[in-house]
């Protein structure tokens, strides 16, 4: 049994806080941790870089490459938005020693934990309720109504799948979401664990 790289999984509904942890244990430098930079099948928009908040492929080229099975997992998370994580991408991220923390979908997130059941913790995490996520989100105002509206309508089936998870942090009160994430992930790249890659 060795310490190896891990994969740490934040998985949520929209708007749940997962992108406000993941930054938060990002700034802790002895958690040794790199965010796997995703794959999207849309274009960048305005502001946005590619190979920084996404690699965007643009919907052909993503086809290709799941025809090629470059994914180690990926999702159509929205009607035609398809995102995934490139088996390259978590390689290039082992290969330098890191953890890899991933902000993806809860489908993603599971599928992820079944790949590697020994070297990943799925973290779900969990709004106070539905309707204050419509709320975070009008408020974060980086989407539109109808947007929010399909993100909310989707809550309730990925908040069904918590259970699956590992472990759930509730995200009321920002700072104990913050400590737990932050306890719950330092536990976790110390644990000593056997290699599944293979599984
Ligand atoms: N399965 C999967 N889901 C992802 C991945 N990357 C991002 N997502 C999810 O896709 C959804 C859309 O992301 P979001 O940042 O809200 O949308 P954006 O405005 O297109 O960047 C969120 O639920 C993300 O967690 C990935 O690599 N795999
Ligand atoms: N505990 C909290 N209480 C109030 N607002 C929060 C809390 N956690 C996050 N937020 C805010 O809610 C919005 C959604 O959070 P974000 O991290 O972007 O969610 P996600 O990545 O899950 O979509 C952001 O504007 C964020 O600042």
Do not use: C
Not at 54 to 73: H, M, Q, S, T, V
Not at 150 to 164: F, G, I, L, N
Not at 178 to 193: D, P, R, W
């Amino acid at each position: 049994m060795e310490v190896l790289p891990k994969l740490i999984v934040f998985s949520a509904p929209s708007g749940a806080g997962k992108t406000t942890l993941v930054r938060h244990l990002l700034t802790k430098e002895e958690l040794n941790l790199a965010f796997s930079i995703s794959a999207a099948s849309r274009e960048a928009r305005g502001g946005e870089i590619d190979g920084k908040d996404y690699y965007f492929l643009g919907i052909k080229e993503f086809k290709n490459r799941i025809r090629a099975n470059d994914f180690l997992e990926f999702e159509e998370v929205y009607q035609d938005q398809f995102y995934g994580t490139l088996k390259q991408e978590v390689e290039r991220l082992w290969g330098e020693g890191k953890n890899v923390i991933f902000d993806i979908d809860v489908v993603g997130g599971l599928r992820l934990k079944k790949k590697f059941p020994n070297r990943t913790i799925a973290i779900f995490v969990k709004p106070p309720s539905i309707n204050e996520l419509q709320i975070r989100l009008k408020k974060r105002k980086t989407e539109t109504a109808e947007k929010i509206a399909m993100r909310v309508a989707k809550a309730s089936t990925e908040m069904a799948t918590a259970p699956q998870f590992d472990v759930i942090i509730k995200n009321d009160d920002l700072d104990a979401a913050k400590e737990l994430a932050y306890k719950t992930v330092h536990e976790f790249i110390n644990k000593k664990v056997s290699n599944d890659e293979e599984e």
